[in-house]
């Protein structure tokens, strides 16, 4: 089954990536694997904050990862929330990165970083298209916790954990897309790198 059949089949959505968005997508691909100066593992934010003042509210709370941010807009599903436009190439997978393509990691350096996992997301990391949209099956109103599908990003994740999104969807344990596999994730959108290597994976079992 190829890329459209799989996506038709997961998410009734016939689009092909046009040649303008596979331009764009495989440019940003060979910037990030230009040489760069090395990041040092940080803890704390380092770009200015807030960084997207009129749509991202972030909540600084104590202790690990409980930390969140929230939609200061009002948005239909499927609709351009904010593009990535102060990212940065990464040497390797972290706790903090988003990855990009197969072995391509990058630190999303902005308050876009963020929004946390939900089996029920309000919002898609395209990483192909370098944007970040609203669910496209939900709208987002003013308020709403902003969060997104690790999986659909990420093959393998630094740490596995409990989901606590307590939706009806909810998968549980989260891993990456690598140990959950194609049958525990039709239904979800995800990115082309994550579709293309469910694929293969699905071939050689």
């Known amino acids: 089954m190829g890329v459209l059949q799989y996506r038709m089949a997961v998410t009734g959505d016939p ?8 331009k764009v997508r495989m440019l940003a691909v ?5 040489p760069q100066a090395k990041l040092s593992w940080r803890k704390a934010p380092s770009w200015q904050q807030p960084s997207h003042p009129n749509l991202i509210k972030v909540h600084k709370i104590s202790g690990q990862f409980a ?5 200061l807009v009002s948005l239909s599903a499927g609709s351009l929330f904010a593009p990535f436009t102060d990212h940065l190439p990464m040497e390797k997978r972290t706790w903090r990165s988003v990855e990009a393509a197969n072995g391509i990691h990058i630190d ?15 919002l898609e990391y395209d990483v192909d298209k370098l944007e970040v ?6 709208d ?17 994740i630094v740490q596995e954990f409990e989901c606590n999104c307590n939706q009806a969807c909810c998968l549980g344990k989260i ?3 690598g140990e959950l596999g194609i ?9 082309t790198h994550i579709v293309e290597r469910l694929e293969k994976q699905a071939e050689k079992k």
């Open 15 to 22: 689009a092909t990536e046009s040649s303008d968005c596979l």
């Open 30 to 34: 060979r910037q990030l694997k230009k």
């Open 67 to 71: 930390s969140y941010a929230t939609s």
């Open 108 to 122: 999303l350096n902005s308050d876009l970083f963020f929004a946390n996992h939900s089996c029920s997301p309000s």
């Open 133 to 138: 949209r609203v669910s496209r099956n939900k």
């Open 140 to 156: 987002l109103h003013e308020g709403d916790v902003l969060t997104f599908f690790y999986p659909s990003t990420e093959w393998h």
């Open 175 to 177: 891993m990456g897309a």
């Open 183 to 191: 049958d525990k994730l039709k239904g979800y959108w995800l990115n």
